[in-house]
């Protein structure tokens, strides 16, 4: 059976995300294209019922055990059935805010090594007004770590913005 | 503007070596390592009531009990909806909220914190479903090793027979999910032997002290006090300088 492949989507404000993820699954049929959305596993919206705050190694860690989550139940299933799938977002937001924040790339690239090599990555740009206002894992690490450590908004997106570039496709 | 996370930097690691250093009286941690069944958590108050009698300030945390991921872990368990991944970095997560909002703190402020498991817990568990060793040991850092591991060594058979005289295992204690075994306590048998024999790995890689968990209460107590009189007067190890930095630098409230 052919391959199926996977298209990473990453950017900063999950809406522009998963509105660009739809356009792909348009452009490619429906009937042969899957969306892996953030936070299938719960984990994050699970987090939102706690109060308490979370550092940003915390905040990459459990990213990746949604991630883990979302590739043993969505995305390596669909690759081996040969479909295609559109992971909206997938590596390059977390490592975006973890170089951001000046965390090691050997940690990150350890923390995520379970995570196939997608076939085609892009960027789903943003305006950097909209972090504060957007759902997804930039907001969380806002809202969890940034806002309590007094670290400003506009410098953290700025950051994540600059460090944001698709994880290198598979040849 | 510079995002303040930068455990490298040199005026933050000069800063916790200069505390450490000058601080009248140092933080220790003290880690109980050992399989289910070894007595740990009996020594592990024993301990404590000890050192508070005599006068020093203690601080307790327990393995999977961080306010924020505890219920996600707890929730996942009663689901079996863990894989050995993510099983190992929900742990990891809970450990990192324990040590950023308990530990690190309390051993900045010089008391003593004891730790019922620490990373050696997950470190042999995730390696006894399959997991690499280094991969699972670099999900922690930076590192903070502890002052003394005191690592209750009990063979397979007596930790099952300790465990199964009161309780059924759950599913994962019995490690079903990489057993499959249907029998939760042949299946804690099997499981457990392969977490002994990670633990006595570290044991020898990590030279923890070794407390012989088949001796009785009173003799494994007093063994303990005497460890911890060698062990307090010992320098504050440097090693965890990083550590320290990242989490000042993190900047939040503890």
């Known amino acids: ?32 294209a899957g969306v892996s959305h953030w936070d299938s596993s719960g984990v994050f919206h699970e987090l939102a019922l706690v109060r308490g705050v979370a550092a940003p190694r915390t905040l990459l860690v459990l990213y990746a055990a949604d991630l883990a989550f ?8 669909a690759i081996a059935e040969g479909r295609t799938v559109v992971a909206a977002p997938y590596v390059a937001t977390a ?18 090594r379970f995570a196939p090599r997608p076939t085609e990555a892009r960027i789903a740009e943003s305006d950097r007004a909209s972090l504060t206002r957007a759902a997804g894992f930039v907001s969380v690490a806002y809202e969890r770590w940034a806002e309590p450590a007094g670290v400003d908004s506009d410098a953290l997106t700025r950051e994540i913005a600059r460090h944001l570039r698709p994880r290198r496709a598979r040849r | 503007m510079r995002l303040p996370i930068d455990a490298r930097n040199r005026a933050l690691r000069g800063r916790v070596r200069r505390h450490f250093e000058q601080h009248p009286r ?60 993510e099983f190992s970095l929900l742990h990891v997560a809970d450990f990192r909220c324990r040590m950023d909002a308990e530990v690190l703190p309390a051993l900045w402020e010089g008391k003593i914190v004891i730790a019922d498991r620490f990373l050696f817990t997950g470190l042999a568990r995730d390696a006894a479903r399959g997991l690499e060793f280094d991969h699972v040991l670099k999900l922690y850092q930076p590192l903070v090793w502890p002052d003394m591991v005191f690592y209750f060594s009990v063979s397979p058979t007596t930790s099952r027979t300790r465990v199964a005289a009161d309780r ?8 079903q999910d990489v057993t499959d075994i249907v029998d939760p306590v042949e299946s804690y048998q099997r499981f457990i032997t392969r977490v002994i024999r990670e633990y006595d790995s570290l ?32 320098p504050w190890s440097s090693w965890n300088v990083d550590a320290f930095a990242e989490w000042i630098a993190t900047g939040l409230p503890a």
């Not at chain 1, 979302?70 to 299933?77: F, K, M, Q």
């Open chain 1, 1 to 32: 059976m052919k391959r199926g492949r996977l298209i990473a989507i990453d950017g900063i404000d999950l809406r522009r995300v998963r509105t660009a993820a739809r356009e792909a699954i348009h452009a490619i049929g429906a009937s042969r």
């Open chain 1, 70 to 77: 979302r590739v043993r139940w969505e995305i390596a299933p």
């Open chain 1, 95 to 112: 490592m975006a805010l973890g170089r951001a924040v000046g965390l090691p790339a050997p940690w990150m690239a350890n923390l995520l």
């Open chain 2, 26 to 85: 140092r933080g220790l941690l003290v880690a109980f390592e050992g399989p289910d069944g070894s007595g740990k958590t009996t020594q592990r108050k024993l301990f404590k009531t000890w050192l508070v009698a005599e006068g020093y300030d203690v601080v307790t945390t327990k393995w999977n009990s961080s306010d924020l991921i505890k219920p996600i872990i707890k929730g996942r368990k009663a689901a079996r909806a863990l894989s050995p991944e």
């Open chain 2, 168 to 175: 059924v295992p759950n599913f994962y204690e019995a490690g």
């Open chain 2, 203 to 234: 044991s020898n890689i990590f030279n923890f002290t070794t407390v012989d968990a088949e001796q009785g209460i009173a003799e494994q107590h007093q063994r303990l006090r005497e460890l911890f009189r060698e062990a307090e007067r010992r």
